[in-house]
C-alpha cells in the first residue's frame, strides 16, 4: 500500500510536466517558422525566470523583485567565458549559474533582516546595482553591449537551427520545471509553505528559518542565471537594457498573473506577457499600458492568476454534477 500510494502521489505530480513536456517538444516539430520558433524562445526564457522567482515569492512569501540582475549574471557569465576564455558552453553555463548562487545566498542572508517592501526595495537595488555595473564602460562593453557571442555547441553539435535552439530552452525549461515541482512537494517546499503562511508558527515547529530562506533564494538565483545563460549565446549579442529594472518588473506581473506558488501558472503567464510585449505596436509604453490592464482585469475577475483556472473549474464541475431541484423533487415524490 505505501509503494502503491507513493506512486499515485508521484503520478499526480509528475502529469502536469508531462503534459507541458508534450506540448512543449511538440511544437517544434509543427509547421512554426523561424519567427515562432524565436518568440517561443523568449517565452522559454522568460518561463524559465518566472519559474525561478515563483519559488521566492509564491514558496517562501518573500517579495524580490531583482531577477533580472541574475538573469544578467548568467547571461554575461556564459557569454563572456564561451567568447573571451573559449569555454565550452555547458562548462560556461555552469560557472555563470554558479556564480548567481553565491550572490544568491548573500541576497538571502540580506533578506533575513528585511520583510515586505523593505526585502523589495533590497532586492531591486540589487538587480539595479548589477545593472549599473553593466552600463559602466570596460570588458563587458558597456551600454554598446556585448556580441558576438559564440553559438552554443554540445557534445560536438553546434545548435545553428531555430528548431534546435527552441529545443534547448524547451528542455531546460522542462527540467526546471521537475525540479521546482519536487522541491515544492518535498520536505523543503512544505517548510518553506510553513514560512510564508506564519514564520513564528514555523520556527516554533521546528523549521529552521536561516537555512530554508537562503536555499530558496540561492535556488532562484541560480534558475535566473540558468535563463540567462541558455539566452546569451542564442542571440549572439547582449546588453544592459535585456536586464533592466523594467524586465524585473514584468517577471513579477508574471508570477502574480500566474498564481503565486504556482509553476505552471508562471509558464502560461510567462506566454501571455511575453507574447503581448511582441505584438502590441511600440513594444513599449503601450504594451506596458495594455499589460495593466490585463493585471487590473486579473484582480478584479480572477484574483489566483491562471492558478485559479483549476478551482473555477473544479466548482463548476461539482456544480453542474449536482442534482438539480426537479431531479430531488422527483425523488421525493417517489418515496411517498
Request: hydrophobic share 55%; net charge positive.
Amino acid at each position: 500500500m505505501p509503494d502503491k500510494a507513493f506512486a499515485l502521489r508521484a503520478g499526480r505530480h509528475l502529469a502536469p510536466t508531462l503534459v507541458a513536456a508534450v506540448i512543449l517538444i511538440g511544437f517544434a516539430f509543427t509547421n512554426a517558422g523561424a519567427t515562432d520558433l524565436a518568440l517561443g524562445v523568449n517565452i522559454g526564457v522568460a518561463a524559465i525566470a518566472a519559474v525561478g522567482l515563483t519559488l521566492t515569492i509564491g514558496g517562501a512569501g518573500q517579495l524580490a523583485l531583482g531577477q533580472a540582475g541574475f538573469m544578467a549574471i548568467g547571461a554575461y557569465g556564459t557569454a563572456y567565458l564561451m567568447r573571451d576564455r573559449e569555454v565550452a558552453f555547458l562548462p560556461a553555463l555552469a560557472a555563470g549559474v554558479a556564480l548567481a548562487l553565491v550572490i544568491g545566498v548573500l541576497v538571502g542572508y540580506i533578506a533575513l533582516r528585511l520583510r515586505g517592501h523593505y526585502l523589495a526595495m533590497a532586492t531591486l537595488a540589487v538587480g539595479t546595482g548589477i545593472h549599473a555595473f553593466l552600463m559602466l564602460p570596460g570588458p563587458l562593453g558597456g551600454v554598446n553591449g556585448y556580441a558576438p557571442i559564440p553559438f552554443p555547441e554540445i557534445f560536438g553539435y553546434r545548435l545553428l537551427d531555430p528548431r534546435d535552439q527552441y529545443l534547448l530552452v524547451a528542455v531546460t525549461l522542462i527540467l526546471v520545471l521537475l525540479g521546482s515541482r519536487w522541491l515544492l512537494t518535498a520536505r523543503m517546499g512544505r517548510e518553506l509553505a510553513a514560512i510564508r503562511d506564519d514564520e513564528v508558527a514555523a520556527r516554533s515547529v521546528g523549521v529552521n528559518i536561516t537555512a530554508r530562506k537562503v536555499q530558496v533564494f540561492a535556488i532562484s538565483s541560480a534558475i535566473g542565471a540558468l535563463a540567462g545563460g541558455v539566452n546569451a549565446p542564442l542571440q549572439t549579442a547582449i546588453d544592459p537594457s535585456l536586464f533592466s529594472t523594467a524586465v524585473s518588473i514584468q517577471l513579477f506581473v508574471m508570477v502574480i498573473l500566474g498564481g503565486l506558488g504556482s509553476i505552471y501558472g508562471a509558464v502560461l503567464a510567462a506566454a501571455l506577457v511575453t507574447w503581448l510585449i511582441s505584438v502590441v505596436p511600440g513594444r513599449g509604453s503601450w504594451a506596458l499600458t495594455v499589460l495593466g490592464l490585463i493585471v487590473i482585469a486579473f484582480m478584479a475577475l480572477l484574483p489566483d492568476g491562471f492558478a485559479g483556472l483549476a478551482r473555477v473549474g473544479r466548482s463548476l464541475k461539482a456544480r453542474w454534477s449536482r442534482p438539480g431541484p426537479a431531479a430531488g423533487t422527483a425523488v421525493g415524490e417517489g418515496s411517498k
